[in-house]
Structures are given as structure tokens and as C-alpha cells.
């Protein structure tokens, strides 16, 4: 089942924020997310906030729209006349290509009508390789989407098997082939190591796969047991091993030394781009700080140092806005030691490091240590993690906090 979301403080009926988080909305990027709840099937390692139709029995993806469009208005009432054109769009999920492609245009329309989009917008939305034709491409691309990240996770059929993926190994290929033929030129391929059963000649099998198609992203993240998730019980009962941590670090370094030989390059901890344009700069906004609105069930959105959620349940959700209220559960404000520490928490992860004077003076003297170990290197005023650095980015961080 999707994880639970936070507790946090209740928020006004209307959505309002306090004027300081508004106080700098027009000085500052803004970015819009989308969740689309829809799965065909549920993968048995996924703990997202999806649903597939017999969990939602009556629910149609037309009330989807129309809260979707509502919350659209909302978000621009609330930020008001002083919120910037959008600079990026992410449709995530869930499947956002379950919905026709003109839904999805018509949705970005709406965004373009309340805030506008900034020239050279980024418009992305992620795939699954079964729900996509080489129509749906260009259908999309004449709609103004930019940007395609398609959800391919390997390309060894019995790894997609344990993975509960439902698509053919090839048909994430094909896709990426489809949406580059369309004419996008930015596509990504998500893929996921550590699966159980899975070989390094495996790993590095999709690796090939990859690099063999028309992409400038790759995404590449190690397999994590969910709690709640039928791959939790299946590691539970014994059924299948749990992913070894040295297992993963080994196929971590056989992907940065594949992706680096093909051209790629390394600018956050799971994200390869071959070339600048193609780093997805919807999630550089989430990683530097940015505002952005998310809208659906269950989104998350950052404005102003105020973080809040919605209704997690899609028909909990739609009632609010049918009801002309925010959809947003709860929320917290965050003090500026808890911006500082989440500055630590998701710059280090990028290649560019993070700015010294971030941290405290009692957590500057230990960038020595980290430094003497190996885990990063000092870059004129910068900390830039190492390759062993990435693979302990999370150590690294508590070494370094006070």
C-alpha cells in the first residue's frame, strides 16, 4: 500500500499562506508537479500514491481532470499575481500516460493560461513503455511537452518478472526510440539495480541497452524493500533475499563506469545526463531549494519555507475542490535551521557540491575529516563528494551536521 503521509499543522480552509512565505514568490523559480494516481497494475515494490481501477471502483479519470484544473486555479490564487511564469512541469505518478494525451495537454494549457510558462519551459512526464505509441509522442510534442522520462527499470525479462513490470523487456526501448523519432529531444530511461536474481552480466545488460538508444538521461536507482509492499512480505517470508548492500555498490560503480564510458556524466547521485541540457531541471529545482506547487492526491509542495500535502486519497481529494477547499491535509513551517540542514541534506548529492559557508563553524572543522577519508574533495569555496562519497552520501551528511 502507498506510504503514509506526515503528520504536520492544520492549514487554512482556503489555502492561504502566511505573507512570508509569499514575501519573495516573484524573486524565486517556480516549478509545478502533477500526480496522476493511476496504475494498470500495481509493481510489488512500489509504495507510491497510486491506484489501480478496482481499488477505485466509479471513480472516472474525468473528475481527476476536474480537480486537477481546480487545484490548477487554486495554486494561482493563492500565490497571487506576484507568482513568476513556470519554468518546469513534471506529470508524475502513478501512470500519467494512462490519460490521453490531449487530457495531458489540456492540463499544461490550463498551467500556461493561470501563470504562463517561462520561454524554454521544461514540460515533462514519466512513461510507462505499455501505455505509449508513437502517436501519443507527437501528440504531446505538438501539445508542448519537452521532455519524456519513461520507466524502463531493466531489460532481463526475469528481472522485470520479480519487479512485477508488465511491459516486454524491448518495449521500454522502442519507446525511447518512438519519442526521439517524435522529435523530443530530451528522453530519459529509469532503471533499478539489486533486484534479487539479478547478475552483474545482467546489470550490465540494460546498461548496453540503454546507451544503445537515442537518450540523454539515464536514472538509476538500487531496489529499496518498502514496508507495506508485497515485495516486503515476499523478503519477509523468505521467498527472496533481501538486496545486499555490497551487492549494490558493486553495480553502482559498473554504472558510473559504463554511463561515464558512453558519454555520460554524473550531476546528482542517481542521474547520469550526456550533455548539460539534458539534466532534468525539475528536479535541480526540488534539489536547490525552489518553490513549486504539487498538484493531485497526495502532492507535496514548497513555497516560501512553508512545506504542505495533500488529501492522500484521490476521492478524499476531489471532494475538498468539489467543496471549494484546499485540498491540503497538513503542513509545517520550517525555521530557517531546518532550510540550512536540507541544504546540506540535497546539494552535497549534486556535482557541483555545496557552497561552504552552508555550514555551521563547528561543522566546517570536520570537512577535514571527511575530506582525509576520501569521501569528498574541497573545489575553491565548494564540498564536492567523491565516487566513494556518492556511495555513502547519506553517511557523509551525518558526519557533517552538527
Keep these: 500500500m502507498p506510504s503514509q503521509l506526515p503528520d504536520g499543522v492544520e492549514l487554512p480552509a482556503d489555502g492561504s499562506l502566511p505573507a512570508s512565505a509569499l514575501a519573495d514568490v516573484s524573486a524565486r523559480p517556480l516549478s509545478l508537479y502533477l500526480h496522476v494516481p493511476f496504475c494498470r497494475t500495481r509493481c510489488g515494490y512500489c509504495d507510491f500514491n497510486t491506484y489501480t481501477a478496482s481499488e477505485l471502483p466509479g471513480m472516472s479519470t474525468s473528475s481527476f481532470l476536474t480537480g486537477a484544473l481546480a487545484e490548477i486555479r487554486l495554486a494561482r490564487r493563492v500565490l497571487g499575481d506576484a507568482a513568476p511564469p513556470v519554468g518546469t512541469v513534471f506529470f508524475g505518478g502513478g501512470t500519467p500516460t494512462m490519460l490521453p494525451a490531449r487530457e495531458l495537454v489540456r492540463l499544461l494549457d490550463a498551467i500556461g493560461d493561470e ?7 521544461e514540460v515533462t512526464t514519466e512513461a510507462n513503455p505499455d501505455t505509449v505509441t508513437p502517436a501519443y509522442f507527437e501528440e504531446l510534442l505538438e501539445g508542448g511537452f519537452t521532455r519524456i522520462s519513461l520507466g524502463m527499470q531493466s531489460v532481463v525479462p526475469h528481472v522485470l518478472q520479480v519487479l512485477e513490470r508488465v511491459h516486454t523487456a524491448g518495449r521500454g526501448l522502442d519507446a525511447a526510440r518512438w519519442a526521439s523519432e517524435a522529435g523530443f529531444e530530451h528522453v530519459s530511461l529509469d532503471l533499478i539495480y539489486g533486484t534479487p536474481g539479478e547478475s552483474l552480466d545482467d546489470w550490465r545488460r540494460s546498461l548496453e541497452a540503454v546507451a544503445a538508444t537515442p537518450v540523454d538521461h539515464v536514472s538509476a536507482y538500487s531496489l529499496i524493500v518498502e514496508e507495506g509492499t508485497r515485495l516486503a512480505l515476499q523478503v519477509r517470508r523468505g521467498e527472496i533475499p533481501m538486496p545486499d548492500d555490497d ?4 553495480k553502482y560503480l559498473v554504472a558510473e563506469e559504463y554511463l561515464t564510458g558512453q558519454g555520460f556524466t554524473n550531476y546528482e547521485v542517481s542521474n547520469w545526463a550526456s550533455r548539460d541540457s539534458g539534466r532534468c531541471r525539475h528536479n535541480l529545482a526540488y534539489w536547490r531549494g525552489a518553490n513549486w506547487w504539487g498538484i493531485g492526491p497526495g502532492a507535496h509542495s514548497h513555497v516560501g519555507g512553508v512545506r504542505f500535502w495533500n488529501r492522500k486519497h484521490p476521492r478524499s481529494w476531489v471532494a475538498e475542490l468539489d467543496a471549494g477547499r484546499s485540498p491540503a491535509q497538513a503542513g509545517e513551517f520550517l525555521a530557517p535551521e531546518d532550510q540550512r540542514v536540507e541544504r546540506v541534506l540535497l546539494e552535497l548529492r549534486l ?5 561552504l559557508d552552508v555550514l555551521t563553524p ?11 577519508a576520501g569521501l ?3 573545489e575553491g569555496d565548494r564540498l564536492v563528494l567523491t565516487l566513494r562519497g556518492r556511495l555513502l552520501a547519506d553517511g557523509v551528511v551525518r ?4
Design 247 to 250: 551487492v549494490l555498490a558493486d
Design 399 to 402: 558526519d557533517l551536521l552538527d
Design 376 to 378: 569528498a574533495v574541497v
Design 362 to 372: 563547528s561543522e566546517r572543522a570536520k570537512v577535514g575529516d571527511v575530506v582525509g
Design 351 to 355: 556535482s557541483d557540491g555545496l557552497a
Design 115 to 121: 501563470f504562463g510558462l517561462l520561454p524554454g519551459a
